[in-house]
């Protein structure tokens, strides 16, 4: 308390102000361009349409009345950023590359699994010893196998969330059009959890069938965001906001904009009718207006849970904290668009890792709203700026007992907390920051000294959108076998790639380098000019001197039992399977308990775990699925406006779509169904 104090007096605050409030807003995959603030200035006439399809005003005049974190570096892809995010971890420090969240490595009971490794304190943990009262609603992606896992786990008292990249809108099924993959558990279970001190498990309530899916309604009740937005709005409700002593802290992690591209009928057509009335023209892409749509859909979210802060008279003293985990996938089915700037996610170029962010509400001081913080602030300093909000020292102890049995052991060390204390205070004052004075280790491939940044190795979607993207252009180029495609599509966790050109792929080998202030579109590669030819060298040398704290930990495969776990512990739901004595409120299942279907998806399951099988199926899977995927590309609509086409891929988490694959393996197989 002495401490938090003290940082108040510091900071020139009003220090009798009691700790703010805190909701924090993630979007995902939200491109540059996909936000109104970022589209002021249209000149020309293909700018000015871009401008019009992004409808965000609530967001816009949040930014208004708060600060624009025009330099907030995160990480090119989801888990990692969102691991960094909550373990206060640069991505480097902490997790590299998406792992499937039934994965696991028995040699490592640390890191061994996907996300956050077991050991490591979360977020929640730091503000709730701060007194704050701390919930959770929606996206996790940071890691499932054990109950610390978890949100609960990492400290939030409440939670209701899905665990990996993506799930169905509707009906909250992890099907191949969420996932972008065929996945060891055969895209089976649903991914919808709630966590309290009464239950634990599942979530069960009416709302998780996609019968809403057709309805005109503008938030029909069975759409995902709706359940997540009402979640919250309850959360609010009953926060007592005359306990000084234990304020809100409400992290709201959106599945907008993250493909299924999913939204209600109505606002798909609001969206086209609102453009046009406007003066602008027709949606020429599907996607696109899809993921307009989307956004309009977040905006009104976001206008609805600043409302009820203000309805509770919390708004004054709250700090909202709003950001993305990763830029903008600009792939065919992601969408996205990060004009001006370079490449998408997946990408080290600021398209894939400069992220729109900034903080607004009632607790910022007066004299900066409005302004644009131009310091350098990194996703991994949330951890770090809310700890001292919290009045609690960031120092992760856990993590630095669990070394002690790992160096023992000779397995990976955990990395201290990267987070730079004294962050919001040089946001509050509008002074360069911590980060002024050192490099930015933003992944093994790229290093951010600025001005200057480093981009090494290939890398995809190395191109420049224009303000109008995806368009008919984008969609006769993927039709024409000339991507952009998505980079991740895996089959039982074997990766498929088409080649350099899907993906848009190109090489900096030992480094391209710009001067991301001068040529924020990374336009101009200035590693070949002799009189940056030092910079180079020596960026190239920090790089490899920062690639020696590379986290690599192994963190093993899908383990069969996780996917059996589902079936039977969680119901059809997933959730932690390791360590999970007293986590599960209900009884499990047994196998006697399950349907005819549900048994024969458990057998198929374990057939395709079996090495032989398992080959045969990622060989001859993507031939078929990559088939189906070209059909529900997008659609360019330039005679007739667009229509939702019927959903080709609806059912390809089905068993019949497995069991035909199955067939092809049948030879192989001496187990089978
Ligand atoms: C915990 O969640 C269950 C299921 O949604 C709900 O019935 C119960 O009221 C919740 N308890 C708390 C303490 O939030
Ligand atoms: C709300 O907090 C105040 C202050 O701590 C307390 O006096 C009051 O009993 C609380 N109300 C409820 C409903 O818990
Ligand atoms: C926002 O609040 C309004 C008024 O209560 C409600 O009708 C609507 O469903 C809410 N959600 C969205 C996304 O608009
Ligand atoms: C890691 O955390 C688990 C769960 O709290 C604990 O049982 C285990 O002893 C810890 N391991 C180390 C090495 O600290
Ligand atoms: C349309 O998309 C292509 C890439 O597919 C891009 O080069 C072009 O700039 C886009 N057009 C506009 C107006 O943004
Ligand atoms: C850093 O590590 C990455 C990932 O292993 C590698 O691709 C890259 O070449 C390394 N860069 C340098 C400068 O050592
Ligand atoms: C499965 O195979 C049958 C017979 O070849 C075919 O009619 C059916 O369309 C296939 N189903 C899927 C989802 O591919």
Aim: proline residues 5%; glycine residues 10%; contains cysteine.
């Amino acid at each position: 308390m002495a401490k938090s104090l003290l940082f108040f007096c510091a900071l020139g605050l009003a220090s009798a102000k009691s700790k703010p409030h805190i909701l924090f807003l993630l979007a995902d995959d939200l491109g540059w361009a996909n936000i109104g603030y970022h589209r002021t200035g249209a000149q020309t006439e293909d700018e000015k349409q871009g401008a019009l399809e992004v409808q965000t005003p609530v967001i816009d005049q949040l930014v208004a009345e708060g600060v624009a974190l025009d330099r907030h570096y995160a990480y090119r892809i989801c888990g990692p950023a969102r691991s960094a995010l909550l373990s206060g971890r640069q991505a480097p420090h902490v997790l590299v590359k998406n792992v499937a969240v039934t994965a696991q490595n028995r040699a490592d009971p640390v890191s061994g699994y996907a996300g956050i490794p077991r050991n490591m304190t979360g977020m929640g943990v730091k503000v709730k010893e701060g007194g704050y009262r701390t919930h959770y609603t929606g996206k996790w992606d940071a890691g499932m196998a054990t109950p610390e896992h978890t949100p609960f786990g990492r400290g939030f008292e409440t939670s209701f969330l899905y665990f990996q990249h993506a799930n169905d809108y509707w009906n909250k099924k992890t099907g191949i059009q969420a996932t972008g993959e065929i996945t060891p558990c055969l895209n089976a279970f649903h991914d919808l959890m709630i966590e309290n001190a009464t239950y634990r498990g599942p979530y069960k309530g009416a709302d998780l069938t996609d019968a809403c899916k057709h309805s005109y309604e503008p938030t029909p009740s069975c759409y995902e965001e709706k359940m997540f937005e009402d979640h919250s709005l309850e959360i609010i409700k009953n926060h007592n906001a005359s306990d000084v002593e234990h304020p809100l802290f409400l992290f709201h992690a959106f599945h907008l904009l993250h493909t299924p591209l999913q939204v209600p009928r109505y606002y798909y057509d609001q969206i086209e009718k609102d453009v046009i009335s406007k003066g602008g023209k027709s949606f020429d892409s599907e996607n696109r207006r899809l993921l307009m749509a989307m956004t309009k859909y977040m905006d009104d979210t976001i206008g609805n849970l600043t409302k009820a802060l203000k309805a509770k008279g919390m708004w004054d003293n709250t700090l909202v904290v709003f950001t993305t985990d990763n830029g903008g996938p600009i792939y065919v089915p992601g969408s996205a668009n990060n004009y001006p700037l370079r490449g998408g996610k997946y990408s080290d170029f600021d398209g894939g890792v400069r992220t729109a962010t900034f903080i607004s509400g009632g607790y910022v001081p007066a004299e900066r709203r409005g302004k644009v913080h131009e310091g350098i602030v990194s996703v991994s300093d949330w951890y770090t700026i809310f700890s001292e909000l919290a009045g609690v020292d960031p120092t992760d102890t856990q993590a630095e007992k669990a070394n002690v049995w790992l160096k023992e052991k000779g397995l990976s060390q955990l990395a201290p907390v990267d987070g730079k204390k004294g962050q919001l205070e040089a946001i509050f004052s509008g002074s360069p920051g911590p980060r002024a004075t050192e490099p930015l280790f933003l992944s093994g491939n790229a290093l951010l000294d600025f001005p200057y940044k480093l981009v090494t190795g290939k890398q995809v979607y190395m191109v420049h959108t224009g303000p109008v993207f995806p368009n008919c252009s984008t969609i006769s180029s993927v039709k024409a076998g000339k991507g952009p495609d998505f980079i991740d599509f895996a089959v039982l966790e074997k990766k498929i790639d088409l080649g350099d050109s899907h993906y848009w792929r190109g090489d900096c080998g030992e480094g391209c380098l710009f001067n991301v202030q001068e040529d924020p579109s990374e336009s101009i590669d200035l590693s070949k000019k002799p009189e940056h030819a030092d910079r180079l060298q020596k960026m190239i040398a920090t790089l490899a001197e920062y690639n020696k704290t590379l986290f690599l930990p192994e963190r093993g495969e899908t383990h069969i039992q996780a996917c059996y776990s589902a079936m039977l512990n969680g119901h059809g739901t997933f959730g932690p399977f390791v360590s999970i004595e007293g986590y599960y409120s209900d009884q499990p299942r047994m196998f006697e308990d399950l349907s005819s279907h549900e048994k024969l998806q458990m057998a198929i399951m374990g057939a395709v775990s079996l090495g032989p099988v398992k080959k045969v199926i990622q060989e001859v899977a993507p031939k078929i699925i990559l088939k189906q995927l070209e059909k529900k590309g997008d659609v360019c609509c330039t005679e007739e406006s667009c229509k939702i086409v019927e959903e080709v891929l609806g059912e390809l988490d089905d068993l019949e779509l497995v069991r035909n694959i199955s067939q092809l393996a049948r030879p192989q197989a001496s187990v089978y169904v």
